[in-house]
């Protein structure tokens, strides 16, 4: 069965520091990953999303690596912000079906 | 661009009765996923769409039925809800006809089966 793992489970930081989450992945014929948001009883919010074919992606102060071979990506969020406080959800779609499969996610708080 | 578009937000239903969750997209997305969230089981697929006309059973599709007869809309049916179906539902839509394969979620949808 086609897992995905999000290590650690909650994070507590304070305001500043930079930070890496973590998504590990059983089968490394992955078609895309894509990192999200998300806050208290909302939606999710698109992040990053990696094709295979790509080793990173970066937005503002967040980047996404990608490494098939040993099944991981990871999240570096630079200078953390309290308003970057929520749920950060990690998702593969494997070869063909497009189909993302989540991770449990970590849920991260920045204290001021 | 409205993007995801799921009604209603909120409904509490009583054991037995019956109701149906409207997911919406703009995007002219091929795919269509209904999830639902639980606290400590993360995100489950229930079903979901490849087109327009086509579903599929997903992780936990129990208790649930499916129908995609626009390729706009995707509808998730309860047709006796039990307190397990209790959860919050998200819908969700991606890869567009250039091949983008970004997944966009709707709001959710936050149901109690009493």
């Known amino acids: 069965k086609q897992e995905v793992t999000q290590i650690p489970a909650a994070l507590s930081v304070p305001e500043g520091e930079n930070l890496v989450l973590n998504c590990s992945f059983t089968?490394?014929?992955?078609?895309?990953l894509q990192w999200f948001r998300q806050d208290p009883g909302k939606g999710l919010t698109s992040l990053l999303l990696?094709?295979?074919?790509?080793r990173e992606q970066t937005s503002g102060r967040l980047n996404a690596s990608l490494d098939k071979s040993s099944g991981r990506s990871t999240l570096y969020i630079a200078a953390s912000q309290p308003g970057d406080s929520a749920t950060y959800l990690c998702?593969?779609?494997?070869?063909?079906?497009?189909?993302?499969?989540f991770g449990r996610g970590t849920s991260l708080i920045v204290h001021p | 661009n409205a993007g995801v578009t799921q009604t209603p937000k909120f409904r509490v239903l009583k054991t037995g009765q019956s109701m149906t969750l409207l997911c919406a997209q703009d995007?002219?997305?091929?795919?269509m996923y209904w999830y639902r969230q639980d606290p400590g089981m993360g995100l489950r697929l229930i079903h979901y769409?490849?087109?327009?006309?086509?579903?599929a059973k997903g992780e936990v599709p129990d208790g649930y039925n499916v129908s995609r007869l626009k390729k706009q809309n995707f509808l998730l049916g309860l047709e006796s809800a039990a307190p397990s179906q209790t959860s919050v539902y998200f819908c969700?839509?991606?890869?567009?006809?250039?091949?983008?394969?970004?997944?966009?979620f709707g709001q959710g949808t936050r149901l109690t089966v009493v």
């Open positions: 969700a839509s991606s890869y567009s006809p250039q091949g983008n394969t970004e997944a966009f």
């Open positions: 089968d490394s014929a992955i078609y895309n």
């Open positions: 990696i094709q295979s074919s790509q």
């Open positions: 998702a593969v779609g494997w070869g063909g079906s497009y189909i993302p499969t």
């Open positions: 995007m002219n997305h091929e795919y």
């Open positions: 769409s490849v087109g327009e006309g086509t579903t």
